[in-house]
């Protein structure tokens, strides 16, 4: 973040013009939708904030920041629901980068009273409301309020207050709700939420700019989310995970936002999604349990608990099942395909007829040799599980873990998934001399001869079946143990049944097709959906990489398909010796520059060791002369944030702090603290990020604005 200096000083005097009051950023009041209040009756209040320009608020789920609450005080048999939460926003710094979810202008946040029918006409009715808020720009600073309105009460029907009414009438009318012109389904893969919406009408309305909001953090508020169109009036949004979210979740819970709202007219900007993760999923246009919260008033939780209604208990679908079903079924699948490649299927029929050979006339002793075979080729598909689930257990021993959600392994497997896909589409070709390996095992007799083909023929003398061996083994990687040898099983059963069903029927070898150019054809089609599994898992990795580390990891992925066209453009059968050591040294060399260019690093190791902030702690380290750095931060500051890993990740201010002793002081204030403030006061400041530098020798502080860079710290620290 660059800003000049005068800006800092702008945003230094500002500061300092308002220290203590949050009506200059933020005004708060209490505003009603009626002039009276009937016995009995509910009534709508609504805490208004009018934020100044480019200040924010927080919804129910903040991201970085805090949600605003509300404690009441009300007239003996009175209650007050929880906040209807309008559709959120995604809030961005001057960056753009997304730092909360939340609101920003002219907000009302509505609040149903009902009041006791005991009331009294004639009377007043007053209520008391007690708000807290986090607000931000650059800065944040916690704002609170004692607020109050009274209202009158009569025994008529209440008239609609002429400028609150009607506004109100529209907030109610667009909170986020169910609607049968769209239904909604949720599925859970991993580390990412696939969320479908589908129009009962298709082109009704087209709702544009759509973003989801979780209620419970389960989706990473900051991550981008992809929407695609599912040809008929619907959508299909990808979602990340967030790894601080709830890991056992059974539900998709939150509010699906548009910019040009759901229905025809504009209106309603949020649909209320509650859906659990099944295939089927619930309709949107059901009524939900929090929809069903807001909307049955007799029943509301006295005082201002803020927590969302806790959604009805809803057994788990048999997800996982079914979908262990259907990548078994797509495993079978692919080890059939591999019958189809041109160096398999020629030797298909030629095995088949051995197989006849061998056994003469006898069928049974022909089933047995297709036995045999199935069985050597299980056992070279367990044999690589096994050796697989070590490597695996090996890497989580040392620290690799969380497969996917580790951008090395991420990193890894798509370079592994693009070297197959340009082997596929002919840039080259596998080592040829496993070939020769399996033409000779091709000539071996008896069953030892099948069962040494089913080991090795399939699996060391078919180097095109390579390719599609690498998603069995970045599932092998991914899954658990148990499943991997599953789905490994799946792909030689798959691979294996032709030869189990043409030693059962040898006639049917007749019936075959010609091996032919449509093989090679069909492998390089094959190509395109590994090329689009590389796609998706750079996508993956923009999310777990800083934008000059994804940049990096794009020049390495060019560098490794550089490495893999010299290998195949030196290394083509007929090349001279020389030629081909040509191919093999250069490729390798340039592989590996692609590997260490592009591989994600890890963040800079933090070694400022942060001791909690005291006025005891200051005034202890400043008695022994040693240099104090104070850092006044809270988790819910975006501004905070991007400080330290500016600053503190530099190498020589690291070095620095590490020369010279400095002692490092945190106060941390992203849970309300009073000495905290009351040291903010101090300064004339009420907001977060503060920074103070303690020199010894020195009566004053140095104090730092608000956003930092390496040389200011430095600077100022220096003296």
Request: with cysteine; charged share 15%; glycine share 10%.
């Amino acid at each position: 973040m660059k800003f000049s200096r005068l800006a800092l000083f702008a945003a230094l005097l500002l500061t300092a013009l308002w220290p203590a009051t949050a009506s200059a950023q933020v005004r708060a009041s209490l505003v009603a939708d009626v002039t009276s209040v009937q016995p009995g009756r509910p009534f709508t209040v609504a805490l208004r904030f009018q934020h100044q320009p480019h200040w924010h608020t927080y919804w129910i789920n903040p991201g970085t920041g805090l949600v605003t609450t509300i404690g009441w005080t009300l007239p003996e048999g009175a209650t007050a629901s929880d906040i209807l939460w309008p559709a959120p926003k995604a809030l961005k710094d001057h960056t753009g980068t997304i730092v909360g979810n939340g609101y920003e202008g002219d907000l009302l946040l509505p609040v149903t009273i009902t009041p006791p029918a005991t009331l009294e006409p004639g009377g007043t009715f007053t209520l008391k409301a007690a708000a807290e808020w986090l607000m931000c720009e650059d800065s944040c600073m916690p704002g609170s309020a004692e607020l109050q309105i009274t209202l009158p009460v009569s025994a008529d029907a209440p008239k609609a207050d002429a400028t609150f009414g009607p506004r109100l009438a529209t907030v109610l009318a667009n909170l986020p709700r169910a609607d049968a012109a769209w239904s909604v389904t949720a599925a859970r893969a991993g580390s990412t939420i696939t969320l479908t919406v589908k129009a009962a009408q298709a082109g009704a309305h087209v709702p544009t700019g759509l973003r989801f909001f979780a209620d419970d953090n389960l989706v990473a508020y900051e991550l981008p989310q992809t929407v695609a169109s599912d040809g008929a009036g619907g959508f299909v949004l990808t979602l990340p995970v967030s790894p601080d979210g709830p890991q056992d979740a059974t539900q998709l819970v939150g509010v699906l936002t548009a910019e040009n709202g759901w229905l025809p007219d504009g209106s309603l900007p949020g649909l209320r999604v509650d859906v659990p993760f099944t295939k089927a999923g619930a309709p949107v246009g059901q009524v939900s349990s929090f929809a069903k919260a807001t909307e049955d008033r007799s029943d509301l939780p006295q005082g201002g608990s803020q927590t969302r209604p806790t959604p009805e208990p809803t057994a788990p679908a048999p997800a996982a099942p079914v979908s262990l079903l259907g990548t078994l079924a797509l495993a079978f699948v692919g080890g059939l395909i591999l019958n189809l490649m041109p160096c398999v299927f020629p030797v298909l029929g030629i095995k088949i007829l051995g197989f006849v050979n061998q056994a003469g006339s006898e069928r049974s002793k022909v089933v047995t040799h297709g036995l045999v075979f199935t069985l050597g080729v299980l056992l070279s598909f367990w044999t690589l599980a096994g050796v697989l689930a070590v490597l695996r257990a090996s890497g989580d021993q040392l620290g690799w873990g969380f497969q996917l959600q580790s951008p090395g392994f991420v990193y890894a497997l798509a370079i592994l998934m693009l070297v197959f896909a340009m082997n596929m589409s002919g840039v080259f070709e596998f080592g040829l001399s496993a070939t020769g390996v399996g033409s000779n095992l091709q000539m071996k007799e008896g069953y030892g001869g099948s069962f040494f083909t089913g080991i090795l023929a399939t699996v060391v003398a078919t180097p095109c079946s390579a390719p599609f061996l690498a998603p069995a083994l970045g599932a092998a990687l991914a899954l658990p143990v148990t499943e991997s040898f599953l789905i490994f099983t799946a792909i030689a059963v798959g691979l294996s049944a032709p030869y189990l069903l043409l030693s059962i029927f040898p006639q049917a070898v007749k019936v075959l097709p010609r091996p032919g150019a449509w093989m090679e054809t069909f492998k390089q089609f094959m190509a395109f959906p590994l090329y689009a599994t590389v796609a998706y898992l750079v996508w993956v990795l923009a999310g777990q990489a800083s934008e000059g580390g994804m940049l990096m990891a794009l020049f390495g992925l060019v560098l490794v398909a550089m490495g893999v066209w010299f290998y195949g453009r030196w290394h083509a059968p007929g090349a001279s010796a020389g030629r081909a050591r040509f191919g093999v040294i250069a490729g390798a060399l340039v592989c590996a520059t692609g590997l260490w260019a592009g591989w994600p690093q890890p963040p800079a190791p933090t070694e400022i060791n942060w001791e909690k902030w005291s006025e005891e702690a200051v005034a202890k380290y400043r008695a022994e002369g040693r240099p104090v750095y104070v850092d006044f931060t809270a988790r819910w500051c975006a501004t905070c944030q991007a400080n330290k890993k500016l600053v503190f990740t530099s190498a020589e201010v690291l070095q620095y702090f590490a020369d010279k002793k400095v002692v490092a002081l945190k106060g941390d204030w992203t849970n309300k603290d009073p000495k905290i403030t009351a040291e903010l006061a101090k300064y004339q400041r009420s907001a977060v990020p503060f920074n103070v530098i303690w020199l010894p020798g020195k009566s004053d502080p140095i104090l730092l604005p608000e956003l930092l860079t390496p040389g200011m710290v430095l600077d100022a620290i220096k003296g």
